[in-house]
């Protein structure tokens, strides 16, 4: 653990080393989950091995252990985000962005317990055709769109919905114009709401699901059609943000979704050894003056804590960040040069470095003297111990934690 100022930072790998057994013991959980579990209980520990550093000025010497590099590790992260951005830098054009927020009601919620894949490529597809064929009647062209899968709220229960940057217009299907939305609005957002409901009530109509735990009572025919008839007589909120321009705040948008995780590490305030996880969350029902939501506070017993974080693994080879429409495809670049020509060249192209905040301590830099870099001197090899997770025990891979 690392101590910044006052504060210690505490990790989902310290919760997960200290009572993963604990949590293995008594509930059930899919091979991903328990492969998920046990990456994240080794990173950046003597398991995965490392190198011994020595300061150069006065000596000192520590082990660098290495990172898991897994996609649900929250220490993790702030490399891959950077990496990705890296290459979308020359995707970003010169027009307004929108931020679009697709959510689906809380009772299908059960259903996703036990089929997340099924689940979540219907969000995308529904999402997707729904700005699509606003896009095509209204403007006639094609938008440029990315996509993000988050599963959870800020208490890490389930949340099931989709983050879109979405280009302020498009490009005509006979590629010699841009259709540009607006500076305001990018389509009426109780219009995107009823074509959202009706691709994804369709979608999920037609699907092979299966119906246990909390949705058994649903595997009777009569009472999934009532749910299905409930919610598509109800209003669905999709959420349209303010457009943002340039490429440094379209980007920012971008880093805060894509790499994200259920929780960051910097979240969890204290881990006590009777296994309490304080952690902050934000309340979005409770807003100041400003609109902001207010930071509290949360305590849960770490068996239960981790069975909320399990929740969130995303099926094996899930692609959580899509692209779509002018940024995807064969002929992407193609697409991107002929909207450049009309729409003109991003006036200040943007870096990694200048939208992204720096990653923090400099891991270079002595902890001790505060001058001398850190060498790496001796190659540390992996310390195979006993698995932190108890061995899997015949237990259905579609079982939810």
Same mark, same amino acid.
């Given at each position: 653990?690392?101590?910044?100022?006052?504060?210690?930072?505490?990790?989902?790998?310290?919760?997960?080393?200290?009572?993963?057994?604990?949590?293995?013991?008594?509930?059930?959980?899919?091979?991903?989950?328990?492969?998920?579990?046990?990456?994240?209980?080794?990173?950046?520990?003597?398991?995965?091995?490392?190198?011994?550093?020595?300061?150069?000025?006065?000596?000192?010497?520590?082990?660098?252990?290495?990172?898991?590099?897994?996609?649900?590790?929250?220490?993790?992260?702030?490399?891959?985000?950077?990496?990705?951005?890296?290459?979308?830098?020359?995707?970003?054009?010169?027009?307004?962005?929108?931020?679009?927020?697709?959510?689906?009601?809380?009772?299908?919620?059960?259903?996703?317990?036990?089929?997340?894949?099924?689940?979540?490529?219907? @969000?995308? &597809? $529904?999402?997707?055709?729904?700005?699509?064929? !606003?896009? %095509? =009647?209204?403007?006639?062209?094609?938008? *440029?769109?990315?996509?993000?899968?988050?599963?959870?709220?800020?208490?890490?229960?389930?949340?099931?919905?989709?983050?879109?940057?979405?280009?302020?217009?498009?490009?005509?299907?006979?590629?010699?114009?841009?259709?540009?939305?607006?500076?305001?609005?990018?389509?009426?957002?109780?219009? @995107?709401? &009823? $074509?959202?409901?009706?691709?994804?009530?369709? !979608?999920? %109509? =037609?699907?092979?699901?299966?119906?246990? *735990?909390?949705?058994?009572?649903?595997?009777?025919?009569?009472?999934?059609?009532?749910?299905?008839?409930?919610?598509?007589?109800?209003?669905?909120?999709?959420?349209?943000?303010?457009?943002?321009?340039?490429?440094?705040?379209?980007?920012?948008?971008?880093?805060?979704?894509?790499?994200?995780?259920?929780?960051?590490?910097?979240?969890?305030?204290?881990?006590?050894?009777?296994?309490?996880?304080?952690?902050?969350?934000?309340?979005?029902?409770?807003?100041?003056?400003?609109?902001?939501?207010?930071?509290?506070?949360?305590?849960?017993?770490?068996?239960?804590?981790?069975?909320?974080?399990?929740?969130?693994?995303?099926?094996?080879?899930?692609?959580?960040?899509?692209?779509?429409?002018?940024?995807?495809?064969?002929?992407?670049?193609?697409?991107?040069?002929?909207?450049?020509?009309?729409?003109?060249?991003?006036?200040?192209?943007?870096?990694?470095?200048?939208?992204?905040?720096?990653?923090?301590?400099?891991?270079?830099?002595?902890?001790?003297?505060?001058?001398?870099?850190?060498?790496?001197?001796?190659?540390?090899?992996?310390?195979?111990?006993?698995?932190?997770?108890?061995?899997?025990?015949?237990?259905?891979?579609?079982?939810?934690?």
């Amino acid at each position: 653990m690392k101590a910044f100022g006052n504060r210690t930072e505490h990790s989902v790998g310290e919760i997960l080393r200290g009572w993963g057994a604990e949590y293995s013991r008594t509930h059930a959980m899919t091979l991903q989950q328990r492969r998920v579990m046990q990456t994240l209980a080794e990173c950046r520990t003597a398991a995965l091995g490392g190198h011994l550093e020595k300061c150069d000025q006065c000596g000192h010497e520590r082990p660098a252990y290495d990172s898991c590099g897994d996609r649900h590790c929250p220490t993790c992260q702030g490399k891959l985000a950077r990496a990705w951005l890296a290459k979308r830098l020359e995707d970003v054009l010169n027009t307004p962005y929108f931020h679009c927020i697709f959510t689906i009601p809380e009772e299908f919620n059960p259903l996703v317990a036990y089929n997340q894949r099924v689940i979540y490529e219907i @969000l995308f &597809r $529904a999402t997707v055709r729904a700005l699509r064929s !606003l896009a %095509r =009647q209204r403007l006639g062209a094609e938008l *440029g769109i990315v996509a993000v899968l988050h599963t959870w709220g800020q208490t890490l229960w389930p949340h099931p919905h989709i983050h879109c940057i979405v280009t302020g217009g498009g490009l005509s299907f006979d590629r010699l114009r841009w259709v540009s939305t607006g500076p305001e609005f990018l389509f009426d957002v109780f219009e @995107l709401s &009823r $074509a959202f409901r009706k691709r994804f009530c369709g !979608l999920l %109509r =037609q699907a092979k699901l299966q119906f246990a *735990g909390e949705a058994a009572g649903l595997a009777d025919a009569a009472a999934f059609k009532a749910l299905l008839a409930g919610q598509e007589k109800r209003d669905w909120v999709v959420h349209s943000k303010k457009p943002v321009r340039g490429p440094r705040q379209v980007l920012e948008y971008i880093s805060r979704y894509t790499h994200r995780v259920a929780i960051s590490n910097r979240r969890i305030l204290d881990v006590a050894a009777d296994g309490a996880v304080r952690f902050e969350y934000k309340d979005w029902r409770d807003q100041d003056r400003r609109d902001r939501p207010r930071s509290k506070e949360m305590t849960l017993g770490a068996v239960e804590f981790i069975g909320r974080f399990l929740r969130h693994v995303l099926p094996c080879g899930f692609r959580k960040v899509r692209s779509y429409g002018l940024l995807a495809g064969r002929d992407k670049a193609r697409k991107l040069a002929v909207c450049r020509a009309l729409l003109g060249e991003v006036e200040a192209p943007a870096t990694v470095e200048a939208v992204l905040p720096p990653p923090g301590e400099d891991p270079r830099c002595c902890p001790c003297c505060g001058h001398g870099p850190m060498r790496p001197m001796v190659h540390l090899h992996p310390v195979r111990g006993p698995p932190v997770v108890l061995p899997y025990q015949n237990r259905s891979e579609t079982c939810a934690a």
